[in-house]
């Protein structure tokens, strides 16, 4: 089993910069990611990391702004920049023991509120 610890949410004004920290504990992992969920609407994909050849995605709507790193364990980093208020949302950390298919592991969710 695999525990995900998040941290870093918070409230920031249109413009500003927030990095949220998603720790893991449990299992050796193939990849970890960021996804969110905004009021009324469905989880999207944010960003990932694969662990193999330090591949990332990201999704097109954040692109340029926010970016994704790893310490030499199991914590990633979320740092969001020129945030907007169409990027409030609960931003959810995820996991997987592997390289394809659903993430199998989610930590608990952290609010990110941008006002105007």
């Not at 009021?39 to 340029?64: M, N, Q, T």
């Not at 740092?79 to 023991?97: H, K």
Request: hydrophobic fraction near 35%; proline fraction near 3%.
């Amino acid at each position: 089993q695999v525990q995900l610890v998040e941290s870093g949410g918070g409230l920031v004004q249109a413009g500003g910069s927030l990095r949220l920290s998603c720790t893991a504990s449990g299992r050796t992992l193939s990849r970890m990611g960021w996804f969110r969920q905004a009021p009324g609407k469905e989880r999207e994909f944010v960003i990932s990391l694969y662990w193999s050849g330090g591949r990332i995605y990201i999704a097109d709507s954040v692109k340029g702004r926010f970016t994704i790193s790893r310490d030499n364990a199991n914590t990633v980093y979320l740092q969001m920049t020129s945030l907007q208020p169409g990027d409030t949302a609960v931003y959810y950390c995820a996991a997987s023991t592997s390289t394809m298919g659903p993430y199998d592991y989610w930590g608990q969710g952290t609010q990110v509120t941008v006002s105007s």
